[in-house]
């Protein structure tokens, strides 16, 4: 091949490559303008979403994930547009197709991943847990450090970091100790059969009545509710004035401390275990009717 034809070859595809050019001149012209467009709409659509958002929510990341949403989807109506002004339409169906392909192969292998990550949505419009909350999940009780959109942060009471998927935060049972503002404490004491149950309410209210982290509006109340194998049993029901573990922990110690030196003034028994024993064939002898040989 001589080098005029190889001249004319190029000269002919670059005239061809021209005249293609400008006859989509007026497109490509309006393709630019409606990106240039676009990407400032949807950057001001994120902008005003982020900001209404933030009116209704106090959680940031779920308002920024929406915002971010609603820029991608403008994003993808200018791209998917541009193409269209550009008579690219085989390029878009293509697109589409490829995306969706991707999009349920990206299903199957991030399925647990995109579960936690509907359970962090929905868990941050329900709100059933803030962070500061003192909280109990499945076998896991402290306080709420983070609520990321996969997962949540507690820390245990014994110094732990637990991270538990949303999947289990939104699946289980939460018991949250936060939202009244107060805890019940309950204490199991027993009393000997022969102490008079009466004066044994009366001593023991009047011991417990005087912790300052009690609340005002709920009194302690003392019940009977077994008669054990040694002892009378009851117990003391009271109510703390903050979830905080370390107050429930001092009232706890506190009550135990001032019952036992109320008990102790007053001559009420807390008894030790007890057993009697019977040594007779049908029963009834007692173990000092019982003849001991000894044999020397």
């Known amino acids: 091949m001589d080098l005029s034809k190889i001249t004319f070859l190029i000269s002919d595809k670059l005239t061809e490559w021209s005249e293609a050019v400008i006859t989509m001149l007026p497109n490509i012209v309006m393709a630019a303008i409606f990106l240039v467009l676009g990407l400032y709409i949807a950057k001001f659509a994120k902008r005003v979403t982020l900001n209404l958002t933030n009116k209704v929510s106090n959680n ?6 929406f915002s971010s949403i609603i820029y991608i989807s403008f994003l993808g109506i200018v791209i998917f547009t541009v193409l269209s002004i550009l008579n690219l339409d085989k390029a878009v169906t293509s697109i589409l197709a490829g995306a969706g392909i991707l999009g349920l ?8 991943i995109a579960t936690n990550f509907m359970s962090g949505i929905f868990i941050s419009f329900r709100k059933p847990l803030k962070v500061g909350d003192i909280v109990q999940i499945k076998d896991y009780m402290g306080k709420v450090k983070s609520i990321n959109l996969r997962d949540t942060v507690v820390e245990t009471f014994q110094g732990k970091t637990v991270i538990i998927p949303n999947k289990e935060v939104f699946q289980n049972p939460i018991e949250n100790y936060t939202i009244l503002q107060k805890r019940r404490f309950d204490l199991n004491v027993g009393v000997s059969y ?30 009977f509710n077994e008669f054990g194998d040694s002892s009378v049993n009851l117990t003391v029901r009271m109510w703390v004035n903050t979830p905080e573990q370390s107050v429930y922990n001092k009232v706890g110690s506190e009550a135990i401390i001032k019952i036992k ?30 003849p001991i040989n000894f044999k020397g």
């Open 194 to 223: 022969g102490d008079d149950l009466e004066k044994v309410r009366e001593i023991t209210l009047r011991a417990v009545s005087d912790i300052e982290e009690l609340t005002k509006e709920d009194k302690v109340s003392v019940f």
């Open 60 to 65: 940031i990341t779920l308002n920024t994930l």
């Open 261 to 290: 030196k109320a008990y102790d003034a007053n001559d009420i028994m807390i008894p030790f275990p007890i057993r009697t024993l019977d040594f007779g064939i049908k029963g009834g002898t007692t173990l000092t009717e019982t």
């Open 105 to 112: 192969a990206l299903a199957f292998a991030f399925q647990d």
